[in-house]
Nanobody, 115 residues
Framework: QVQLVESGGGLVQPGGSLRLSCAAS????????MGWYRQVPGKERELVAK???????NYADSVKGRFTISRDNGKNTVYLQMNSLKPEDTAVYYC?????????WGKGTLVTVSS
């Protein structure tokens, strides 16, 4: 099994920045994509950003130019640098890991953007 532990969420003012981290442990092998999704009450979980094992990235249109995803394969960790945060970025952010044998999710970390 794979365990994913997110950290870095919290309360930030509009225009501010946060950096999320997600560390993977356990039966880690054949990792393909790692990514971040977010969800607000009453809405479906949506992709924020993902990064392949080769470093290719994909972003939701709503975060392009503001968020940057990166990964440290040696530490099995994925990061999400979030800049110029807006109130509409408020959500629970979930880490996602895709392996050849399946998909794993973290428990989520809350990001609140408010003045």
């Amino acid at each position: 099994q794979v365990q994913l532990v997110e950290s870095g969420g919290g309360l930030v003012q509009p225009g501010g920045s946060l950096r999320l981290s997600c560390a993977a442990s356990g039966s880690i092998f054949s990792i393909r994509d790692m990514g971040w999704y977010r969800q607000v009450p009453g809405k479906e979980r949506e992709l924020v950003a993902k990064i392949t094992s080769g470093g290719s990235t994909n972003y939701a249109d709503s975060v392009k130019g503001r968020f940057t995803i990166s990964r440290d394969n040696g530490k099995n960790t994925v990061y999400l640098q979030m800049n110029s945060l807006k109130p509409e970025d408020t959500a629970v952010y979930y880490c996602n890991l895709v392996r050849k044998t399946g998909v794993s999710w973290g428990k989520g970390t809350l990001v609140t953007v408010s003045s």
